[in-house]
């Protein structure tokens, strides 16, 4: 995954599984729970729950966001503190192991 080169970290760890999550239609408390990385899709319009839901499920430290992955206005936030509520459609979020 590009975002995972762009933040500089492995997509994935021996044996643990790989979760691609769309982010918008909501579940996040059933599915951030899982064992292994999460990469949540396209959460721009839903931030707001997105971050709220990551810390509720103890993800909001593990958890850093590329917007506009390898676009001429790609942002890259390390940790969700940087991560404004206004982002765009083609953000995306890594939640490592």
Do not use: W
């Not at 760890?13 to 239609?25: E, N, Q, T």
């Not at 707001?48 to 103890?58: I, M, T």
């Not at 390898?70 to 765009?88: A, F, H, K």
């Amino acid at each position: 995954c590009a975002v995972a080169a762009q933040l500089g970290r492995s997509l994935t760890v021996m044996d643990k599984p790989l979760h691609i999550i769309p982010a918008g239609h909501g579940g996040l408390e059933q599915t951030l729970p899982l064992e292994g990385t999460k990469v949540l899709m396209k959460t721009g319009r839903a931030m707001a729950q997105v971050k709220e839901a990551l810390r509720s499920e103890g993800c909001y430290q593990k958890a850093a966001l590329v917007e506009n992955c390898c676009l001429p206005n790609q942002r890259i936030c390390r940790t969700m503190d940087e991560v404004p509520d206004d982002t765009g459609y083609f953000t995306t979020i890594l939640i490592g192991e």
